[in-house]
């Protein structure tokens, strides 16, 4: 079971371009990379996916380096509607739960 | 409805009573998944169906949690003699995938359980 660490907390400010990086150092070799973002009161929300080199949608960006050991979301000018938190997800390839382990998230707080 | 729903929102019991959480998944989708989220932190599984057998229940806490989906649609998820550490908001989820659970799921609202 693939294990994640992501920043327990993140600032910015509104307009900037913002990075989370999530390690997952055990990433089995057919695991996908998945970005949820939650906002409060509400169920979680997919963003992006991917399993190697670089993932771009019309909400962020996936970076993968090679040994996939780690990925950074990137999310362009954020706002403030962009508060909220983000989860890293890896796994699922295998059915089952194995890929669904949420962990605690990083709460990004944006600033005017 | 374009959405998964959950129903209700908000259920107050007290403790030792049963209840019944109903989620009603996105037309057509085949996986449905249950969440457990304690304030704070993350959702944890707790079961995933496809269609109506019930795949995986490993996240389930105790013999006290039940869930099912007899016509591969709606699905409940039932807690008996409720206790103070089942306070939380469960998340119902479904998905378009078959088998591969990495695949991209849909959230409800949740319905918020506080056990008194």
């Known amino acids: 079971l693939a294990k994640t660490t992501q920043p327990i907390s993140m600032d910015s400010y509104e307009g900037q371009e913002v990075n989370i990086t999530c390690s997952h150092n055990n990433i089995a070799t057919n695991d996908y990379i998945t970005w949820y973002q939650q906002f409060p009161s509400q169920g979680p929300r997919f963003i992006i996916q991917g399993y190697k080199t670089k993932v771009t949608n019309e909400v962020a960006s996936l970076f993968i380096p090679a040994d996939r050991k780690s990925s950074t979301l990137s999310l362009p000018r954020v706002s403030l509607s962009d508060t909220a938190v983000y989860y890293c997800l890896v796994g699922g390839s295998g059915g089952g739960a194995d890929g669904l382990t949420f962990g605690k998230g990083t709460h990004l707080i944006i600033q005017p | 409805g374009a959405g998964v729903s959950q129903s209700p929102r908000y259920k107050v019991a007290k403790r030792g009573q049963d209840v019944a959480l109903r989620c009603d998944p996105i037309s057509g989708h085949v996986s449905l998944f249950w969440y457990q989220q304690a304030l704070g932190q993350g959702p944890e599984f707790l079961t995933y169906f496809q269609n109506e057998a019930q795949l995986d229940k490993s996240g389930l806490p105790s013999d006290r949690f039940f869930a099912e989906r007899p016509e591969g649609s709606v699905s409940t998820l039932k807690i008996q003699r409720t206790q103070q550490e089942d306070s939380a908001v469960y998340l119902c989820?479904?998905?378009?995938?078959?088998?591969?659970?990495?695949?991209?799921?849909?959230f409800g609202p949740g319905t918020r359980l506080t056990v008194l």
């Open positions: 989820a479904s998905s378009a995938a078959r088998g591969e659970t990495y695949n991209e799921q849909f």
